[in-house]
């Protein structure tokens, strides 16, 4: 780990203004990404910044009839909420299904959303990855692809999106707010805050340098049954190859998103009309433009069969 400095911030606006100032700079809250990459030498900054004393750990009702969740609220405190758990079910579940008990404990709403990939080739630095080193190449193309992307890739980069909380959030349709370097704030829907690869896979969120996430707000609750699902290697404490975060209505009609198979949470409404139809036909929309490899052509039947079990589920 290469030697850096530390600050404990006063103010969101300050952190954000810090962070623009002092180049190399990174916010650090719980860390449990980030401490992990900067003892591999994938990130190496210059400059951390501690957030934990800025008091955005509350989760507040909002006048619209939706929450309010502090950018620094833990997982743990998040998923065991009363009002999450009775009515954004599919958040709970989702956050219980990530990491481990010890992990969550740390683990921050913003930092979920901040995850970094879990590529072993970005986590690999004697291979070329156009995420960890910009023009360098992807070692992951023509490499080994059982974890990676079957949507949604480009030829800089086939990387998975990590998170379980994300995805929960996509199917909910949360915003994100931020503060930046001069003190202003914005509102980000969770659909434009996960970028595509595309050229620049290094460029993973909306975020510019130096904003502050400060919160993530949850709309009103739309009810049905809320419902997370994810298929992973072991029982606990791995990452998903394929989950599925679905809300069904009473008419068959809802939401789904889906982990595991692209650069960020992926959902496409107009397959939510094939809902009523069942798992095939939202299938056969949602995954109109895939790319599987040999590797993980798996996944697309994967996702019909959990989301058949989701949607069987939803109806007992």
């Not at 100032?21 to 190496?44: Q, V, W």
């Not at 900054?45 to 950018?71: F, M, W, Y």
Request: net charge positive; charged share 20%.
């Amino acid at each position: 780990m290469i030697p850096f400095t530390y600050e404990r911030a006063q103010s969101p606006a300050q952190a954000a203004a810090s962070a623009t100032r002092i180049p190399g700079s990174r916010f650090i809250a719980g860390g449990t990404n980030l401490l992990d990459l900067m003892k591999l030498g994938i990130e190496t900054p210059l400059h951390l910044i501690d957030v934990n004393g800025l008091a955005l750990d509350k989760i507040e009702a909002t006048s619209q009839g939706g929450l309010r969740i502090g950018a620094l609220v833990r997982n743990t405190d998040l998923a065991a909420d009363p009002r999450v758990r009775r009515d954004y079910g599919v958040l709970a579940r989702a956050l219980l299904a990530g990491a481990s008990g010890q992990l969550r404990n740390r683990a921050t709403t913003a930092g979920n959303l901040l995850q970094r990939t879990r590529c072993p080739y970005f986590y690999d630095t004697d291979q070329p990855c156009n995420k960890r080193a910009p023009g360098s190449g992807c070692a992951a193309i023509g490499g080994v692809t059982r974890q990676h992307a079957v949507i949604g890739a480009s030829n800089a980069c086939i990387a998975t999106h990590p998170s379980d909380m994300a995805v929960a959030m996509r199917v909910l349709d949360a915003t994100v707010e931020t503060v930046n370097p001069k003190g202003a704030t914005r509102v980000i829907p969770i659909i434009d805050f996960h970028k595509l690869p595309g050229n620049t896979p290094h460029i993973e969120t909306a975020l510019e340098p130096g904003e502050l996430i400060t919160a993530v707000t949850l709309p009103p609750p739309v009810g049905g049954a809320q419902l997370y699902r994810k298929v992973r290697d072991r029982a606990s404490y791995a990452f998903a190859l394929v989950s599925v975060a679905a809300i069904v209505q009473r008419d068959g009609t809802g939401r789904v998103a889906v982990g595991g198979v692209a650069h960020r949470p992926w959902r496409l409404e107009a397959a939510e009309t094939e809902l009523p139809r069942g798992a095939q036909a939202v299938t056969q929309r949602l995954f109109a433009d895939a790319r599987p490899t040999h590797d993980n052509a798996f996944k697309v039947p994967l996702f019909q069969r959990t989301l058949a079990a989701v949607l069987a589920q939803a109806r007992t």
